[in-house]
């Protein structure tokens, strides 16, 4: 072979080689382009050489290449809100001290405003020699992780507070409950709990999310439903409401079925609520058919359980001694019931 042939057949490997390498960093670039994951590189002073689709997606802006540098996102702030200069970045990090940098939480805000919480994961390149010429970088988004660990917190938080409640209102009941004897005590003690129970049963349906009065007043009447009428405008109450409006259902139930309507077969009640102009809220109760209604000597434990349940909700709660049986008017602000829209 003469020296020409064999010097054209060097250039000829020479181009297979090089079109060997093209080919492989265009597969590495195909692969890099079909993951999901933010993914760039630069250069060993930081400019960026490379960014994926996913990274335009991540940071809502394409990046220049050769003049960006760090980072790709517009914006950077570290967990704690306060603004993190490009140049103190991570990725900065990794490649000014030549070593890999794990365990970070950072936020990109993209110029629209929006704000991502996101992993880096900046790892330097070195050449065959030791020496950085350059880094990669994956950006992974966490805002769905965070957002998540926020709901659980506070998720756990409401179950303590809610659980602090419901203990210190059983104590009150347990307090305020007067009998004769141990099996009076007992019964009425237990037939309160229950009625608490119903109350907290419909709240831990709705996660602690607002309670639909009707099914609420539905689930307290329990055996006497069918001897009361009920009816009133759709209302959504506060759970901590519910259980106050629970425990005065319970009780005026309990009168009924031992001293008034209810403790005869002829006997009925009405029970209606209401929300005025003014956004009063108005429960009435109302007896019939039953015996006359007289008030008592003294006041009784079910008078003490509603006196707190009315001074929970900052109401007022009026008694009717009729012939024709008890009436009772409940009139508080309806935004002592119900959630506040926000402003």
Known sequence: MSPDSAEAAKVEVLH?????????????RDILEDLPAAIYTTDADGRITYFNQA????????????????????????????????????????????????????????????RIHFAPFPTPIFDGSGQCIGAINMLVDITEQKLAHERLALLAREIDHRSNNLLTLIQSLVRLTKAGTVEEYRSELEGRIAALAKANSLITDKRWNDIDLRALVGQELGAVRDRIEFDGPDLQLLPSS??????????????????????????????SWAVDDSEAFMLKWEEVGGPAAVEPVSKNTGNAIIAAAVRHLKAKFFRDWRPAGLHCTLLCNTANLVSQPAA
């Open 16 to 28: 297979e080689a090089v079109a060997a390498f093209r080919r492989r960093e265009f597969g590495f």
């Open 242 to 271: 519910a259980q106050s409006l629970a425990m005065i259902i319970h009780e005026l139930c309990t009168n009924a079925q031992k001293y008034g309507a209810l403790s005869v077969d002829r006997g009925r009640v009405r029970l």
């Open 55 to 114: 990274c335009v997606d991540f940071s809502g802006r394409v990046p220049t290449l050769g003049d960006d540098q760090w980072c790709v996102s517009w914006k950077l702030y570290a967990v704690d809100g306060k603004p993190m200069p490009h140049d103190q970045s991570p990725m900065a990090i990794a490649l000014k001290e030549g070593r890999t940098v794990r365990g970070q939480e950072a936020i990109a805000e993209r110029p629209d405003g929006t």
